[in-house]
Nanobody, 130 residues
């Protein structure tokens, strides 16, 4: 089982990036999938999550700027990031739950918590500069 991110890079303040994550080896359509990020010297934090039924959760810091979406036919997760700020600079990780039905009932707090996720990617770096 694996997930692999792509799409990171360097962008100026106010710019946009789109991250992608391709999954394989597990039932992607039955999983809650999410984006996390880890700024230098800080803990990993949840950014956005989307359950198998399509309901979404966002961290307060990215609401209105980031959009999470999924394409189950392609086993792919996306994160559209607009109006980027320097504080968005971080390594961004894709993660997926093991695919049991419990993920449908995750609260926002749970869906953005690292402990819920079984599969993790290696990360893609996003740098926002002036």
């Amino acid at each position: 089982e694996q997930v692999a991110e792509s799409g990171g890079g360097s962008v100026q303040i106010g710019g946009s990036l789109r991250l992608s994550c391709v999954a394989s080896g597990f039932t992607y359509s039955a999983a809650c999938v999410a984006w996390f990020r880890q700024p230098p010297g800080k803990e990993r934090e949840g950014v956005a999550a989307i359950r198998s039924v399509g309901s979404v959760s966002y961290a307060t810091s990215v609401k209105g700027r980031f959009t999470i979406s999924r394409d189950n036919a392609k086993n792919t997760l996306y994160l559209q990031m607009n109006s980027l700020k320097p504080e968005d600079t971080a390594m961004y990780y894709c993660a997926a739950t093991a695919g049991d039905s419990r993920q449908i009932r995750l609260t926002d707090l749970q869906a953005l918590g690292v402990q819920e996720y079984t599969f993790w990617g290696q990360g893609t770096q996003v740098t926002v500069s002036t």
